[in-house]
């Protein structure tokens, strides 16, 4: 058992969610395309939670805070995301698109 995470992209669009896990030894494990958002509140984590025990490995995910399903719904994401509360932006939304983290 490789002891670096499984990773886990998604990117919540209008019309749909895309989904790409990956590990890095075995290069792309997973791509799928779900609805635009979970049906149940619970699903993220019990997708997340799945996925990982499945491969017997930690996963990391990272969710696409530039994803256009993200810009119009954020609130959605938000409370979706496992472990924060609406009150919260997701500590793992990055943009991906190019954007940079600040200087430190």
Do not use: F, I, N, Y
Not at 19 to 26: A, I, T
């Amino acid at each position: 058992m490789s002891s670096l995470p499984l990773w886990l992209a998604l990117e919540p669009e209008l019309s749909c969610t895309k989904l790409l896990l990956s590990h890095s030894s075995d290069g792309t494990l997973l791509k799928a395309r779900l609805s635009a958002t979970p049906a149940h509140p619970g699903a993220l984590a019990m997708l997340l939670e799945s996925l990982s025990t499945w491969q017997g490995m930690p996963l990391d995910a990272v969710l696409d805070a530039d994803a256009e399903g993200v810009s119009k719904h954020p609130e959605c994401w938000a409370r979706r995301w496992p472990g924060a509360s609406a009150c919260t932006t997701p500590p793992s939304a990055v943009p991906s698109r190019g954007a940079r983290p600040p200087a430190r």
